[in-house]
């Protein structure tokens, strides 16, 4: 019976050799001597390795193509981060292959696939959910890989990320300043690192200056406008709900914004967000006192180049510890509305 789910290491315990062995041997590297080569390919014959998912052991040259992965499209923010990455991989000759994971781990599971059967050096990956066994056949086929924005259980891995909880912190601690002590706060779910971290500052901030963290007045939803809206809906709804608010994404701050606007009614204009992200549109939404600003442009950049000395390495069979990089944020004021 054929066995689909062969790995590299399997067909190596098989062999009696290393993995790197086995990946030198699918990619013709005439380093290896005959005995030895006659062993890997017996191997991947009894256990019918199956070289259609896995076309990028059979590589003999370099693509030099990059894989990007996001969970969506539709925002600025992953666009943002995949056109710097492109300038600087133009620099090197590289090009960028996109794919989109619609915030599904089974699905980033497939498009990781088809990007190791498209030959790519090396993927960057903005990754959907905090699940990260289905990676690990990329260290197998030694396919360096660098997360952007945020990590994921299960596994070690290159991360380029931003100071998230600080970032909260300074805008949180910008609202105190002015005077507000009950601040509410809209965030994504706690199993995505940057949402976790976010909730982290804007509680650090209220502990702080001894104020208290209200439940009634805290949420944890998926990531997007129509959340954004209605967890402002459902909580403005109680007369005694706070004036100011921390929201941790862009999405949400839309949709929160827009419920104030067309549905607060007198309670409108007394009401003050703090946020991620800054971006061009920032200065419309009128509630917006304080916008946390993301380096993405030196993230997309980062990354890039970070994956490329991972493919120098991989190519030179040198070994490396996986390496976190932080940035820091910076806090941005916009004008009190009139």
Known sequence: MKNQGVTIREVAEYAKVSTATVSRVLNGDPRVIDFTREKV????EKLDYKVNSVARSLKTNKTRTIGIMAPDLAGDYFMYIAESMDKELTN???SLVVCVSHDSPEEEAKRLRHLAERLVDGIVVIPATAKGKHFEFLKELNIP???????????EADSVLVDNEEGA??????????GYTR???VGGLQDISIFRERFQGYKRAMESSNLTVEDDFVRFLPPTLPFGYHAMEEMMHRPESPDAWFIANAFMHIGATNYVISEA???????VFAAFDEMPYSPLLVHCRYA???????????AARLILKRIDQVDAEESYQPQQLRLRTRLI???PQA
Do not use: S, W
Request: neutral net charge.
């Open 41 to 44: 390919l017996n191997a991947i």
């Open 92 to 94: 090197h000759g590289y």
């Open 145 to 155: 890989f660098v997360f952007v924005d945020r990590t994921v259980n299960d596994i």
């Open 169 to 178: 912190f300074e805008a949180t601690k910008a609202l105190i300043n002015d």
């Open 183 to 185: 601040i509410g706060y």
């Open 265 to 271: 009614g007198e309670r409108a204009p007394r009401v």
């Open 292 to 302: 946390v600003q993301q380096p993405i442009a030196e993230m997309g950049k980062t």
């Open 333 to 335: 004021t916009h004008k």
